[in-house]
Structures are given as structure tokens and as C-alpha cells.
């Protein structure tokens, strides 16, 4: 894995939340928290990322991870220049370090990527100028870091602590990045027990998730948990033949009002969007009072103006 911090310490680039000491998880979440207004308040503007310029780069779709980035830096007084690669130059065989080195030369600082596939986040901070940094929103099934760290505050938000929560992660687990970024922020930041809830065939592979115990029962797996967190079907990660049938899925593992109350009465219901309503989740449940979703939007765009003031503020003077 790569280094993600300068030499002297300071976060540069943002692939993974793999490996990240406590300490910087827990910095990025307090500064997240300055960031935070209630829904209906005035959003929070500072001038700490003028004269700086963010490039959005998503190969692979995308509303509220390229949005919440993109309200993020210009919140901070950053410019922002939006690139949906496949619909320009990808077609065309132009290389993602051939665009990179495009917008280098238009004196891009930071670059946010999506992409479908595993290592290009990787290679491309691997080839960036020094003061440059690559923030991933998303790599494959395999990680999003500031979804975890959304994912990490809205809990410490509504629970006030780490220690001692029981955690369900639900659904298809296999193909999820939001399920893996969660599961390494939470780890680390000392969530004692973190269940993998999930059809066998919506499993990830054995060896991943260590420590994790699995269930095949939805109403087993979330019995007496604080936090429930339910993941979007990745239809577009599976072959057409191994995609459930829509009505069987919801009947064994949609949350419904009557199995959420298996879990402790005053446990949270989360999801990162978009959401596949009447499968993964009931609507009721989705919009009810213990539904946390829209917390996690708010807290999107916090966390990811976090994360931009830290790299660029960790550039020094
Ligand atoms: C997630 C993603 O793209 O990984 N969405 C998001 O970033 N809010 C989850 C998903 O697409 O299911």
C-alpha cells in the first residue's frame, strides 16, 4: 500500500482508511465536526482553500459523493472544475495520466476520483507532482475513504462513543467499498463488535472482514444492535444471472419496520445511497424517526471539507 502522508507526517493523499492510525481518523472526524450545521441553518464558508483548485474526475456515476465534493471546496473558497472522463476523453484513448498532466498544467492541486477499477487512484498519485494530492470517492468494490469517515461521525453523533456498539453491516457486502471504508474506521476507532449480515451469496470472501461474525439471517444478525447498516445491491459489480429477485430479497433481507425492531430500541438505520426502496430497505424505515440517512448527506459534505483543508493546510506555507 502506498504512503499517504508527507514525510513530515501531514495527510497528502486519501486512498484508504486501511492502516490509518487512530489518531489521524479521530483528527479528520473533530475537524469534520467544526464543518457540521443543522439542516436548515447557513452552511459554513471559509476562505482556506483560495487561490486552490479541486478537479472532480468520476468515471463511474455519481450524485451525492460528486456534489457534496464539489459544495465542499467551494465552501472552503476553493475553484472547482467537474470531468465525467468517460464521455470525454477516456473514448477518445486518452490516457487518465494524459488528462492528470492537462489539468497539472491548468495548476489543479487536488484531484478527487471515481473509477470503477482498482489501482488508478493509486497510480495516479504515484505520478503527481509533489504539491499535488488524489482523494478517492470511490475505488471499485474496495474502498471509500470519506464515506467511512461520514459513516464513522454520523455514529459518534447519535451515539456519543465507539466503544461498546454493536455494529450490523447489511446486504451485499461482497461488492461494497462503503462496507470495507466502514469497517476500517470503525475497527480502528474501537467499535467492539461489527456483524457481516448477508445472503451467502452477497457475502465477501472468507479472510476479509477479520473478525467479523457472519450471519445468513437478517433477524439473527441485527438482534440487540445499536447501529444497522444497510448497503445498496451492486447490480452493476454481478453478472445479470446473479442478481436477486427483487420481491424474494426484501421477504429475507429488507428491513422492514417489524425486523428493525429486533435491534435496541434506540438503534439508528443508515444507508449511503441511492437507495433501492421496497428491496433493501422499506420506505417507512428509510424516512422514519430512527433513520439517520440524512445525517450522513449533511455530514458528507463536512467530512469532505475536512479532508480538503487537511491536505492542503498540511502543505505548509
Ligand atoms: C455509494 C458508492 O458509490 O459507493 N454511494 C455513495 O457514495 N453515496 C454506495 C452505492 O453506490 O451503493
Redesign the pocket.
Known amino acids: 500500500m502506498m504512503e499517504q502522508n508527507r514525510p513530515n507526517g501531514t495527510l497528502r493523499h486519501l486512498l484508504t482508511l486501511e492502516g490509518m492510525p487512530k489518531t489521524q481518523i479521530e483528527a479528520l472526524l473533530t475537524r469534520a465536526r467544526k464543518f457540521v450545521r443543522p439542516i436548515g441553518e447557513a452552511p459554513v464558508h471559509t476562505h482556506s482553500l483560495a487561490g486552490i483548485t479541486v478537479a472532480n474526475l468520476f468515471t463511474?456515476p455519481?450524485t451525492?459523493?460528486r456534489v457534496s465534493f464539489e459544495l465542499a471546496a467551494k465552501r472552503l473558497g476553493a475553484d472547482v472544475v467537474n470531468l465525467e472522463v468517460q464521455l470525454s476523453s477516456r473514448v477518445k484513448g486518452e490516457s487518465m495520466l494524459d488528462t492528470i498532466y492537462t489539468l497539472e498544467a491548468c495548476h489543479v492541486d487536488v484531484f478527487v476520483i471515481?473509477d470503477a477499477e482498482t489501482g488508478v487512484h493509486e497510480l495516479v498519485a504515484s505520478h503527481v507532482k509533489p504539491h499535488a494530492s488524489v482523494l478517492s470517492?470511490?475505488e471499485a468494490h474496495v474502498a471509500?475513504p470519506t464515506?467511512g469517515l461520514l459513516d464513522a461521525l454520523t455514529i459518534l453523533q447519535a451515539k456519543d462513543r465507539f466503544d461498546g456498539l454493536k455494529v450490523a453491516i447489511v446486504g451485499d457486502v461482497r461488492h461494497?467499498?462503503?462496507a470495507r471504508s466502514a469497517w476500517h474506521a470503525l475497527t480502528t476507532l474501537g467499535v467492539a463488535e461489527i456483524r457481516i449480515v448477508a445472503p451467502r451469496a452477497l457475502m465477501p470472501p472468507a479472510g476479509e472482514f477479520a473478525g467479523c461474525e457472519r450471519f445468513n439471517s437478517l433477524d439473527t444478525g441485527i438482534t440487540g444492535v445499536d447501529v444497522i447498516m444497510m448497503?445498496?445491491i451492486?447490480k452493476e459489480r454481478m453478472e445479470t444471472a446473479a442478481i436477486p429477485d427483487a420481491d424474494r430479497y426484501f421477504q429475507k433481507f429488507g428491513l422492514s419496520a417489524e425486523r428493525l425492531a429486533k435491534a435496541k430500541p434506540d438503534a439508528i438505520v443508515m444507508h449511503?445511497?441511492?437507495m433501492n426502496r421496497g428491496i433493501e430497505i422499506a420506505s417507512d424505515v428509510a424516512d422514519g424517526p430512527q433513520s439517520v440517512i440524512k445525517d450522513q448527506v449533511r455530514n458528507?459534505v463536512a467530512v469532505r471539507m475536512a479532508v480538503l483543508e487537511a491536505v492542503i493546510e498540511g502543505r505548509g506555507p
Do not use: D, K
Open positions: 463511474e455519481s451525492r459523493t471515481r470517492a470511490g471509500h464515506q461494497s467499498r462503503v448497503l445498496r451492486q449511503p445511497q441511492p458528507g
